[in-house]
């Protein structure tokens, strides 16, 4: 079946530190990646996206890679603000209706 | 520009008595509409989604149910609710395969 694993949380980092969020996926074919974030009390936004083997999703300072040979999907910042927490969501999508999340990470980021 | 629009945004409700959360989305035509839940500690559940008027297709059998009465328009329904429906309720849309943008979201307690 289609499934997303994220790195448990909670994360919390300092200001300015290199930020990793771990997320693996399984699903047969070629699925569409995802990044999206949610701040307290909102709906989700996506963040980035990447729809092939080896495309890199970037927006804000974020980007993520995806990566076939891993399976994977990982979320990079390399100086986190405070203004970044938040939790983040992995997901995937195979026919472009359905779509799977993972279970989210929270992020906090002290001054 | 699009604007999607979820109410009530908060609601705390008894166990047993019916639910209706309404979903509406401005700007766009024939959107696909999705309706997911998230419980504590949990990922996004994906509960219902609609292709069109009156098409729902059902991704985790329960005690609710969903309705398409009008292009824009989506209502997640209950007849009685239990405990376990407790937790944030998201509809997000999307015109194209790979494409879901989300509203605020309902926060739903159940006593």
């Known amino acids: 079946g289609n499934s997303v694993t994220q790195m448990e949380g909670p994360v919390t980092l300092s200001e300015e530190a290199f930020l990793t969020i771990n997320c693996t996926y399984t699903?047969?074919?070629?699925?569409?990646l995802f990044w999206y974030v949610q701040y307290p009390g909102e709906g989700l936004q996506l963040l980035l996206k990447?729809?092939?083997?080896?495309d890199k999703g970037s927006n804000k300072g974020f980007e993520a890679t995806y990566r076939k040979e891993t399976t994977s999907f990982h979320l990079e910042k390399g100086s986190v603000q405070v203004s970044d927490s938040a939790v983040y969501f992995c997901?995937?999508?195979?026919?472009?209706?359905?779509?799977?999340f993972g279970t989210g990470t929270s992020l906090t980021v002290i001054p | 520009s699009q604007t999607i629009h979820q109410w009530p945004a908060t609601l705390v409700q008894p166990v047993g008595s019916p639910l209706s959360l309404e979903c509406t989305v401005e700007?766009?035509?024939?959107?696909?509409l999705y309706w997911y839940r998230q419980a504590a500690g949990r990922g996004l559940q994906l509960l219902f989604y609609?292709?069109?008027?009156?098409?729902i297709s059902s991704e985790v059998p329960q005690n609710l149910s969903a309705s398409r009465p009008q292009d824009r328009q989506f209502i997640l329904s209950s007849k009685k609710l239990l405990l376990s429906d407790s937790g944030f309720y998201l509809c997000?849309?999307?015109?194209?395969?790979?494409?879901?943008?989300f509203g605020p979201g309902t926060r739903l307690t159940v006593t």
């Open positions: 997000a849309w999307g015109l194209k395969p790979n494409e879901q943008y």
């Open positions: 699903a047969t074919g070629y699925p569409s």
């Open positions: 990447a729809t092939k083997a080896d």
């Open positions: 997901a995937l999508s195979r026919t472009g209706n359905q779509f799977y």
């Open positions: 700007g766009t035509s024939n959107p696909n």
């Open positions: 609609s292709v069109g008027i009156g098409q």
